[in-house]
């Protein structure tokens, strides 16, 4: 983990939101503590101008209000939605963007119609290969003047469970969230859930956009062109035990049966355990999966109980997928920081 | 402002919450964009089991659920709170703690019971000269272990507006802003306004506890006690105009007439005018106030149209105060950092 980090970073840190990681306790992550990145900034947009343009490659290009959306078939899915930047911090050397520790996260219930059925519904033409989702946000990146754009293949928005949601957690999209509507791609990292969405776009190639091209893609090199992030790889986090020191967030905890609680999710494949370590990850134990109840998209929950001597100790947690993935201990390193799914590390002091 | 920040402070950034000043276009702060500063944890209360103990000097100790106190008489108000130490990174030489910029305010409609009338309802013994308000956030401080507590003169309680709040923007309280139940006391700081309530106890001496004693004071040196700090500061915020680039959040706004919008506060006394700058705090131009609509204990909007040349600019904003307090040029120091009410500065490039 880097000794410091510049004002700049600060100044996304200051406005972006991390979850605070005592609020793994709940199953769906109240309003308000779900992680937030915002690339440029949340846009002002009255529902009453709002429009959503569907065109390109399509048979009947439309032009959608939000009631209209809303008249739409509805489901309402339970997705853990990780940023692609999570752990960024703590990889080196040090990467320049959002400076994220491990509180890039949050399970939240979006509710939406389909989108893979509303593209079936304006009429998919033949040649089409790829869906661009453009949200409303605009900004400079990359000395580039844009919207916030991401592209997904057209098998990918068929065969998937992907939804452009207009409420959360029971109530319609907070406008940090992507009022008023946002989609919902579950099992990718975030930055696939494009929020303000403007248009939807059928195109014949591949989108080359910002957001494409040079972001999102783990390379070994700046020249390179390296490979694009699509789902979210393996990680388990645990509720910091005890209670805090204030500056220093290490932990205080009496001695005795201390229960660990964690949450653990993946996007390629589903959660297949959970191991804890006590001694900074040279042994491991395996955790208590809880059932599914949330479905596939969402974080398993998981126990441990512990038996906590005095003294300095440091937890760990890491999970598997049922594809034999397995969280590392070392930071993975790539020139924008992303997919750091590193085993978290929490310092403890137990008390007589 | 300091080249670098500690990844001891980043944690602190990355958990706590600040409102991206574009949120300032919202008369009221929506949920989940409202800054949030936790000491601890956020605690995990049960409302069957919750109750609030009202004890000390008082005639009929209580212990009152939560369905008790919202039968009791309630009223709404509009409430701007800021955190005592937002813009600390702005002070020279470099203070360590919660490192904000700017983003550490909101405005909320808080639904409560008046403190007084509970107080007097209970009865107040007649050598009762302090309010405890104890939270169930509990850490380690300065060595000390505590829940987070803090005290008011029994006569500021009596005079003033301070209300137990059981609902923010018409909802229940979420989790993170004191569920079920904290005190709100409009004008002051937000330390003052102690969240997850479980006890108010009536003193007969002034309390000396950690966050009175040692925290929120303004001192000089280490080894003085200093003064408590109250109410807050004259303080004016504007919307970044234009786009931001994405690392740096320095603005790219077209040329010609461009519509700067802010808010401004103010606790000891209302706001009297709003200076705007576009040369530095060269010069300045006096803004238009919108009226008070919120109620005393809200932000003023304000706007002033610049006609804005090609070319590097900075933008300044700052409140006057009917007291004739004004925001300073330079940041004002003290060993913790705050009360920072130096005026905003935002770099803005116009373009042809």
Not at 59 to 71: A, G, H, V, Y
Not at 207 to 223: L, N
Request: glycine share 10%; net charge negative.
């Amino acid at each position: 983990m880097g000794d410091a980090i510049s004002v700049e970073e600060l100044q996304l840190a200051a406005r972006n939101h991390g979850m605070p990681l005592e609020a793994l306790r709940w199953d769906v992550t109240p309003i308000g503590l779900h992680y937030l990145l915002t690339h440029y900034d949340i846009p002002d947009v009255s529902v009453h101008s709002w429009r959503l343009e569907i065109g390109g490659l399509v048979e009947r290009s439309q032009s959608l209000s939000l009631d209209e959306i809303r008249t739409r078939p509805s489901v309402e899915v339970a997705v853990t939605m990780e940023c692609a930047g999570n752990g960024r911090v703590h990889v080196e050397p040090h990467v320049v963007s959002q400076p994220w520790l491990l509180e890039a996260v949050g399970t939240a219930r979006w509710r939406g119609t389909p989108v893979a059925g509303l593209l079936e519904d304006v009429g998919i033409r033949g040649d089409a290969v790829e869906v661009l989702f453009t949200g409303l946000d605009r900004g400079v990146e990359g000395g580039e003047e844009q919207a916030y754009a991401r592209s997904l293949p057209l098998s990918e928005i068929l065969a998937g469970d992907a939804i452009l949601a207009y409420a959360v957690n029971g109530v319609p999209l907070p406008p940090q969230h992507g009022y008023p509507l946002r989609l919902v791609v579950p099992g990718w990292y975030g930055m696939t859930s494009v929020k303000w969405l403007s248009s939807i776009t059928l195109l014949s190639e591949p989108f080359d956009g910002y957001q494409m091209r040079h972001s999102y893609r783990t390379r070994q090199h700046e020249d390179e062109l390296g490979e694009p992030i699509t789902r979210m790889a393996p990680r388990s986090l645990m509720v910091p035990p005890g209670i805090p020191e204030f500056m220093s967030r290490s932990r205080v905890v009496p001695a005795g049966l201390c229960e660990l609680r964690g949450r653990a999710w993946a996007g390629e494949s589903e959660i297949a355990g959970v191991d804890v370590s006590t001694d900074g990850g040279k042994t491991w134990q395996e955790a208590e999966l809880d059932d599914d109840a949330l479905g596939r998209w969402a974080w398993r929950a998981w126990r441990f109980t512990w038996d906590a001597d005095p003294g300095d100790h440091e937890l760990c947690c890491r999970a598997r997928d049922g594809a034999g993935n397995v969280q590392p201990l070392e930071a993975p390193w790539n020139v924008g920081g992303y997919m750091n799914n590193a085993v978290q590390r929490v310092a403890v002091t137990v008390t007589e």
